[in-house]
């Protein structure tokens, strides 16, 4: 089955979604692509697993689409080894509510990927449980793959600063013990 040239894989992806609502789409690179509302993500993923073969997530990002609502779309890219096939998972939701399901109960390798979207567009994954910063220090207080990101006048030198000054406290303390 194909839906406008993009091939389903032998129906494989139709099958393992009859019960979760979603939307075809056909993006540019022609990879199979589906919309999915954030309520049915967790739901889809998991079919995708455990009924289409999916065994891997490459990658989770974000766009920002600043200023349009809903302003984020989130992305999943999940691999099949077995079928050598890949597809792509996307959910838009708003800046208000900017959040989603964790899927690392599906795929574990996907917590850091998950972290990484949380610390650079500010999207929550929800039943993560050490969602925390990754890349920025803890108290930063900005996001900045957000469209809106102040690139004027953060100062990013007194903020790296300070936070090295309170690691190198920290590894004081500790050698000292």
């Known amino acids: 089955m194909s839906f406008g040239g993009v091939p389903d894989t032998g129906g494989r992806i139709t099958a393992a979604l ?3 609502e979603h939307e075809w789409f056909v ?8 919309r999915i509302e954030p309520r049915n993500l ?4 998991a079919a995708l697993r455990d009924e289409a073969q999916f065994e891997t ?13 809903p ?3 989130v992305i999943w890219q999940l691999n099949s080894v077995t079928h050598a096939d890949r597809v792509r998972i996307t959910a838009r939701v708003s800046s208000e509510n900017a959040s ?23 999207v929550r994954f929800d039943g993560h449980e050490g969602l925390k910063r990754l ?24 903020l790296y600063r300070e936070w090295d000054r309170e690691r ?10």
Do not use: N
């Open 27 to 34: 993006p540019r690179d022609t990879m199979p692509e589906l």
């Open 100 to 122: 989603v399901p964790t899927c690392i109960d599906l795929w574990p390798g996907a917590a850091f990927s998950e972290r990484e979207c949380y610390d650079m567009f500010g």
């Open 42 to 45: 967790h739901a889809a993923l």
């Open 135 to 158: 890349l920025m220090p803890d108290g930063y207080g900005h996001h900045p793959l957000r469209k809106d990101f102040p690139h004027q006048g953060i100062q990013p030198d007194r």
């Open 18 to 20: 009859e019960r979760v």
């Open 168 to 177: 190198r406290r920290e590894w004081e303390t500790e050698e000292a013990r």
């Open 71 to 73: 302003r984020y779309e």
């Open 57 to 69: 997530v490459t990658f989770i990002t974000c766009i920002d689409h600043h200023p349009e609502e």
